[in-house]
């Protein structure tokens, strides 16, 4: 696949024409989506695609620009097999909702870490997962997930281990991502199974989808 | 060509009896629940231990009684069961529809059994007997025979007779009690009906439990809540202890989530009668709390009664199925418990929509009895929600009511002191009294302004979380991007020249931009609702937390920080939330103290010292030290000396360390020059 057009998301301009300039600076062409309103994920995926590949980033509600987030929208791109990169920071709010879509999402960049080399390598690197090579930090494993408590009030979060990554760090699950029979079930000492990249060196960079119960 | 049967070794009926079934008292129920089934209005239950010689139990009903071929083909088959749960009794009685497995485990508490059932309208009489020793001596179940004797007996008389005799272990004297229980809570016993089941336990406590029972103390309920499920739809009101409606809503004002569907359960009602249990309200009233709280402690949870009769284990001892009692930790003033209350959830399921599990450990958890469960639950919540609604107009109105009852008083006074006839004593009165209003008038004046002061504060805390991305957040990203782009160009087309014209000023920028996001990112911290919950906390862990997020700060305000941490994780029981609070406003102070310590030579020293089940934390800082205020004052809310100043940053301190069950100190120089600060906190040992 060969990408010389790259789309750039952003709910503010000149966060768009920040990225774009590290689009050009890596000898690709930004294509930048100036629209004032994005619409729907569905309405937007089902306009014509300007580029071979996008870069988003994560908070695109506040100012109406569109009624989706970044993760959504890469995570959607995924799967018609569209390269995209999602730029955000790693705040803790953020992770829980990326978390569930992860799976999907191969390269997240932080702005800090956003570079012109680090767009080319975040590129050939979607699309060799596209392809079917998939990074062992990255590879889904069916795994046993522990719950250690209940939900938490207004949170909404589910606290979880998973022994086959580690026992040393909990991580938070929204109860709105849990199939029902689970977020029912759910108290401590629970125990579930989920696809999860055993693999990844951080929490942050876990993913957890395909929840199953055994019956 | 060869055929087989699947058989089974006698060892099942151990298996399928005694081990799924491991009660006694949930066995006996069995048995007791086939005399319901038949339609009995009386059924004794004698438990015979005497000292010497055979243990019995018998069971004798005045139900329909069995033909003899009802027992071979019905009593003596196991795991299939001939009721049908939508076909009722001639007394309108919906069978338990049992499989038998309850009444294997019953009869196999002995090592003889016997049936003895007289069929209604009928002059035979039917006997059977199982000696489950010759089942011990037999490979499989299918070799022990079992004889149906038939003889004469009067006419006129029905029902049925199980006797369980050389029983295998005794009946502790707790197992009777939770029989008795379970026995007066079989059929509801709080509705009168016509020809009610009335099951009796031929034993003392059967007696006093059953008196106490009948004891009906609902008219002393504070709330009764009485919610309806109808074709899925819930219809919830709340009442008073005279009846009065408080508070009622439709399907829609209950179901929290968004799309206001359906419970997909059967038709139920759900009532709940909560109590006051504070000794204050029981002065006026004829029964004593000591009564109720006994009287609650054998009736009191939420029980099921499915089709007439009860479902255990809900509504047992420590069986808290709604989640009673975790809600009202969150929120104890609006929340009923187990402990305060009785209730019944009473399901109409003649289609069998709610399947109870093969151990009688309650319903399948499936999709019915979850949805069924909250209902119930969403019922409870949308109760706490307008008592919580209700509880604060009132104190609106106290506040209000407060104002004016103080303005009366102090009209009342004044008109006292007119009334003194001696123009000295009066003069010497109203001078008092006007002295002693005024320096009330302060107080309140005083504390007024400490509240508005929270007031402000916690409204620059939430517009700053909730604008602390927007407000920095993008801005920031363009400048950092932008000098990453200046200087990737930079670097690209000026080489080496680079160095010399543009890596300075673009330092500079990434300086400045670092302390910018700081503020955004400390606050969003500070709020992180993980941070609040009470638990064990990491104080080393958290000190080098906070002190990273300050170290832009140290740097942009040329600071050198000497931090001394003992090495090893010293925990302490509380949130994270308050540690934070105790170290951010000690940063923040120093980072004041050492705007006027212009000497090129700011420093912070901060220690870590773990002690024998302490913790300390020493902060000093080489400002101008405490001075104009004494060190007592200093914790007081409003004592600053910062025109800008809150005052509140040390009694918060004070505050949070308390609650953390430490002392603070101060002292107005140390070695270092300015103030020191010691805070030392009990840890929790490993």
Known sequence: MQIQRVQVIDDDPG??????????????????????????????????PRAEAGLSDFDLKPSGYAGFNGAELVSRWYKT???????????????????????HIPVLITPDKLNPDSIVLGLEECIRELSGTIRPVRRAWRTQVHFLDDEVGSNGTFTVELPAWGLEEAIRVRASDLPRSIKKSAQPGFRCHAFANLGAEASEDLFLDEWVVEG | MSSGHIRFSTSILKRLGEELNPNIDQGIL?????????????????????????????????????????????????????????????????????????????????????????????????????????????????????EVRTDRAPKGFSGTSVVVSNLRKSIGRMEVKRLARAMILLADPFVDQVNAFKPVLDAPDFKDLAKLVAESYFSESQFHLVARLTDGRADVRVLDWRGEILYSASHEDVTPSKDKSLYEAPDAIFELWEFNLGSAGFVTRSVTLGELREWLSVVGGVHVYSNGLRVAPYGNAGNDWLDMNLARVRNPE???????????????????????????????????????????????????????ASAEARRQQTRKNTEDTSKSSKTSVQQQIERVADPESKSK?????????????????????EVQLYRTLSTAGITAATFAHESTGNSLKIIEGNVDTIEFRGLRDLGA??????????????????????LARATLRLLEQDKRRVGSVDLNKTLNSVLETFEPFFAGRSVSVDVRTDPGNPTVWGTEAAVESIITNFLNNSLTALEDNTANNRAL?????????????RIADNGPGIRDISLTDIWLPGQTRRTEGTGLGLTIVKDAVTDLGGRVSAVERSDLGGAMFTVTVPTLTK
């Open chain 2, 497 to 518: 020249n680079f160095a010399v014209t543009l890596k300075g000023p673009i330092g500079g920028i990434r300086k400045a931009t670092a302390s910018l996001g700081v």
């Open chain 1, 81 to 103: 097999n569209f390269p995209g990169i999602l730029c955000t920071r790693y705040e803790k709010v953020h992770i829980e909702r990326i978390r569930p879509l992860r799976r």
């Open chain 2, 605 to 617: 020293r901060i220690e870590s010292v773990i002690g024998e089940g302490v913790w300390t934390l």
């Open chain 2, 30 to 146: 069995e048995l007791v629940k086939n005399s319901y089934d038949a339609d009995a209005i009386n059924c004794i239950v004698r438990i015979h231990e005497p000292s010497r010689g055979n243990s019995s139990i018998s069971v004798v009903d005045d139900g329909d009684g069995m033909t003899a071929d009802e027992i071979v083909n019905g009593w003596l088959v196991l795991g299939s069961s001939s009721k049908v749960t939508s076909v009722v009794t001639k007394l309108g009685r919906t069978p338990a529809g049992n499989k038998g497995l309850g009444r294997l485990a019953a009869l196999r508490m002995g090592s003889i059994a016997t049936l003895s059932t007289n069929p209604r309208d009928s002059t035979e009489r039917h006997t059977a007997l199982i000696d489950w020793s010759k089942f011990d001596r037999a490979a499989m179940v299918d070799e022990v025979a079992i």
């Open chain 2, 334 to 388: 609006m929340r009923p418990s187990t402990n305060n209350s009785l209730g019944r959830v009473v399901v109409n399921d003649t289609s069998g929509r709610l399947t109870q599990k093969t151990d009688r450990g309650g319903f399948i958890e499936d999709e019915s009895f979850y949805a069924l469960r909250k209902f119930a639950m969403d019922s409870l919540d949308w109760m706490a929600k307008q008592r919580l």
């Open chain 2, 429 to 449: 009165l109203s001078t008092a009294f006007a002295a002693y209003d005024r320096a009330r008038e302060r107080e309140t004046n005083a504390l007024r302004k």
């Open chain 1, 15 to 48: 966060v768009r024409e920040t990225y774009s300039d590290k689009i050009i600076d890596a000898n690709l062409i930004a294509v930048p989506e100036d629209d004032e309103m994005l619409g729907t994920i569905e309405e937007f995926l089902a306009r014509r």
